[in-house]
Nanobody, 120 residues
């Protein structure tokens, strides 16, 4: 089985920073894209940032200029550096990994989430 594990969440004051990490492990043939999603209480899950195997990135408008997504392909790990955090960033953040498993099966796996709380 493939494991996807997030870490780095916590509580921070407005204007603070956090760095989230997501590591994928198991019988992975290739990873095509990794992304971060978040879900705030009572709201729909939304895409925050994605990064492709070629390094291309995209961000939702509300985090542009504040968040940076990066990846370490050798470690099958994706990071989300979150700066100038705001209360509206409070959510459970989920990592998603897409690619191919060994045996040419599709990989589309979610982590269990990590809580980010921004409050004064």
């Amino acid at each position: 089985q493939v494991q996807v594990v997030e870490s780095g969440g916590g509580s921070v004051q407005p204007g603070g920073s956090l760095r989230l990490s997501c590591a994928a492990s198991g019988s992975i043939f290739s990873i095509n894209a990794m992304g971060w999603y978040r879900q705030a209480p009572g709201k729909q899950r939304e895409l925050v940032a994605i990064i492709s195997s070629g390094g291309g990135t995209d961000y939702t408008d509300s985090v542009k200029g504040r968040f940076t997504i990066s990846r370490d392909n050798a470690k099958n790990t994706v990071y989300l550096q979150m700066n100038r955090l705001q209360p509206e960033d409070t959510a459970v953040y989920y990592c998603n990994v897409k690619g191919l498993l060994s045996g040419m099966r599709r990989l589309d796996r979610w982590g269990q989430g990590t809580q980010v709380t921004v409050s004064s």
